[in-house]
């Protein structure tokens, strides 16, 4: 059991200051227990009660922000486990950090274009988290810019003829700042 200790004297002071200044609150009667409980079913009823006032409408839900995946395709989740774990190599990466978002479109159509010329099936884009994300780690944060503009991007032609899928990275790929990108098997 723990021992209290003693104020020390400017404690009890600084104590006594306080709770000289503090008024109780006044006791209010208790309601028996009967009465509060159970009503009279004799008692007349004379009067109806106030309706209740009606609950405001709950805000509309928000949309969830659809996964990667949902936005262009769901693909092969197999294929991407086993990028993920290392079982698959992928073929090129693409770093956009520091670009604007024009030179990084730039890129993207590049590095795609080549990467289905050569026969690769299998991309990584690091676009970045965003400013702020990894300083909030509960909240939601925003988002950066070229994250949210790779995925507009993906869905426009002639990005979207060439892409099967997209995907969020694993962690060790750069997690939510990257993508794997499959992409679609040359016919001939």
């Known amino acids: 059991m723990r021992r209290s200790r003693r104020l020390s004297p ?12 503090v008024t109780p609150l006044e006791a209010r009667p208790a309601l028996p227990a009967q009465e509060a409980a159970v009503p009279d079913p004799r008692a007349e009823k004379t009067e109806r009660p106030a309706p209740r006032p009606k609950p405001p409408n709950p805000p509309p839900a928000l949309a969830p922000v659809p996964a990667p995946a949902a936005r262009l395709g769901a693909g092969d989740p197999k294929e991407a486990r086993r990028v993920a774990r290392g079982r698959r190599e992928i073929d090129a990466s693409l770093d956009l950090h520091g670009l604007t978002q024009d030179q990084a479109y730039v890129r993207l159509l590049r590095f795609v274009e080549v990467g289905a010329a050569t026969g690769a099936r299998t991309l990584l884009v690091v676009t970045g988290k965003g400013r702020g994300e990894a300083r909030v780690p509960f909240a939601e944060a925003p988002r950066g810019i070229l994250r949210e503009r790779f995925l507009d991007w993906v869905e426009t032609e002639p990005l979207r003829s060439r892409i099967a899928s997209v995907r969020g990275a694993h962690q060790r790929h750069g997690g939510r700042g990257a993508f794997y990108v499959f992409l679609k098997r040359r016919k001939g």
Request: aromatic letters at 8%; glycine letters at 0%.
């Open 10 to 21: 400017s404690e009890a002071a600084l104590w006594r200051a306080v709770s000289d200044k």
